[in-house]
């Protein structure tokens, strides 16, 4: 059987961790059985100089509740991101079927909130035609990564 996680490259993976967990309906992940904190199971594999903190600030593995979506973790890299991600999440949280009305008040509700977590809006892009309506707001997590609320 395969499995797979989707590793994020971050400057503040306890904070990417809080910001993307309830967007995605995500848990953090516990710590490995033997171990009371992520802090404790990294200290016994990475040496001493290349951490530092408090054990919270070692919440960088988030998982889904309900066991279907892949684990997330949060990698530290003291790089900053310098071009665009080629690949980024799409979040759906209007129902695509309703009045366009509707699906941007959800939308435009959803990106205020989101705001207030610290992401930025970068553009909306809207499509209403006779055959086609669709609405989603391109945004950056606190780190720039790009992602859209459709």
């Not at 993307?20 to 953090?28: E, I, M, N």
């Not at 997330?72 to 695509?96: L, S």
């Not at 941007?104 to 909130?113: N, Q, R």
Request: glycine share 6%.
């Amino acid at each position: 059987m395969m499995t797979w996680q989707l590793t994020i490259d971050s400057n503040d993976p306890a904070g990417m961790a809080r910001f993307w967990a309830p967007l995605l309906g995500y848990l953090p992940e516990p710590p490995p059985e033997g171990f009371d904190s992520w802090l404790a199971y990294y200290q016994s594999v990475v040496p001493e100089e290349n951490l530092g903190g408090e054990p919270n600030d070692y919440i960088d593995r988030l998982v889904d509740p309900a066991g279907e979506g892949p684990k997330i973790w949060f990698q530290p890299v003291p790089e900053k991101k310098t071009v665009k991600t080629r690949f980024h999440f799409d979040i759906y949280v209007a129902d695509r079927s309703a009045p366009m009305e509707e699906i941007v008040a959800t939308v435009d509700a959803k990106v205020a909130e989101l705001v207030d977590l610290g992401a930025t809006v970068d553009h909306p892009n809207r499509i209403d035609t006779d055959t086609l309506q669709r609405y989603a707001v391109v945004m950056h997590d606190p780190e720039g990564n790009e992602f859209c609320v459709a």
